[in-house]
């Protein structure tokens, strides 16, 4: 049923990968990474093989949007455990504001990896022989 729903997504497949990351990154804000990935991997898995995409690839890309929306309000689970090893001066507020530059960088390694999936999958290729 899943499958079906995201090939019928009005997208090519890039639109599909995107899409999913996008659920990912949202559900980010309210579930642990462990139910994420336990739920979500093994239902979209079969989706991005058909698709023709790599698995590395996908999940190392799957990996860096979860971490970047447990840096995000509202919930930044991160930021809820930077809170508790920072000075009782520091408020929550400062640790939105101070995790800005690394959310955009952890954004633009996300469009780098999926513009250039190489990055991901070289070593991986070199270890294994392409398997």
Known sequence: M???????LPFGPAGIVICILLLTFLLGFVLDWIEITLIILPLVAPVIHALGFDLVWFTVLFAVCLQTS?????????????KGVAPKSIGVK??????????????TVLAIIFIWPDIVTWLPTQAYGGQ
């Open 2 to 8: 899943i499958e079906s729903a995201l090939h019928n």
């Open 94 to 107: 400062t640790l939105y504001k101070g995790v800005m530059p690394f959310i955009l960088l952890q954004v």
């Open 70 to 82: 447990f840096l995000t309000p509202p919930v930044g689970f991160a930021l809820f455990y930077c």
